[in-house]
């Protein structure tokens, strides 16, 4: 299945989220790809939207593959099969975790502004991105849902590699509408996959409100 965009992407998944009958979710996107798509399962579903902000730890030399990742104010989580692929320890990382957290920060001012983190304690959580193909930083943002007392998190995603999709179950419910056996990278599943800049994020979550 290809995606024109990722707002057709997000019609498609709503459905499939629909059907869970979550009344009274939070649906969470992941800056940036994640909130066009979330955008469109939170009006579905009739739910309220907001960001959860995660940052991918990359190899050093090599940024686009991940080792880790990083959420919020959360700790780092590691993927200890990569790590032994790039031959790096999580200590050695420290300098590339340092850099991740501060632009973390700075996209959380941006997004947010002064607006605190979502509330999470004790609700149902629709965590939503554009794609999974390692799964890594939906992992961190997973693990601080979890660590601030979420009663149950859904991972829903448009289109995931089947081996994310097997080893995030094992701590959230997933909900993919098409996982390929042939699968290189998210881009690859969509007709349009345009890099999104900060606005974009910003104005989805505006409109969003003013609705």
């Known amino acids: 299945m290809i995606f024109a ?11 499939r989220v629909a059907d869970l009958g979550l009344a009274g979710a939070l649906v969470l996107g992941l800056p940036r790809g994640g909130v066009p798509v979330a955008e469109r399962v939170a009006t579905r579903i009739g739910a309220g ?7 991918k730890i990359g190899s050093p ?5 991940g080792l880790g990742a990083i959420a919020e104010d959360g700790p780092p989580v ?13 200590a050695e990382l420290a300098p590339v975790v340092a ?11 941006d997004y947010r502004g002064d607006r605190p983190a979502p509330q999470v304690g004790g609700r149902e959580v629709v965590l939503v ?4 193909a390692t799964g890594v ?13 979420a009663a149950r998190v859904v991972l ?19 909900v993919c509408v098409s996982a390929p056996e042939r699968f290189t990278a998210v881009g690859q599943w969509y007709e349009d996959f345009a890099q999104l800049t900060d606005a974009d994020v910003t104005t989805v979550l505006s409109e969003f409100i003013r609705c």
Do not use: K, M, Q, Y
Not at 49 to 55: E, G, K, M, Q, S
Not at 129 to 132: E, H, K, R, S
């Open 5 to 15: 965009d990722r707002r057709a992407a997000g019609a498609a998944l709503a459905g």
């Open 49 to 55: 939207l907001d960001i959860v902000v995660a940052r």
């Open 61 to 65: 030399g090599r940024p686009e593959f």
């Open 78 to 90: 590691f993927d200890p099969v990569n790590l032994r692929s790039a031959g790096v320890t999580e």
């Open 99 to 109: 850099a991740e957290r501060a632009e973390l920060r700075r996209r959380i001012r």
């Open 129 to 132: 991105d554009d794609g999974l």
């Open 137 to 149: 930083t939906a992992r961190a943002a997973i693990a601080w849902l979890r660590g601030h007392g």
């Open 156 to 174: 829903a995603v448009p289109v995931c590699s089947p081996a994310a999709r097997d080893a995030l179950a094992a701590v959230a419910e997933v």
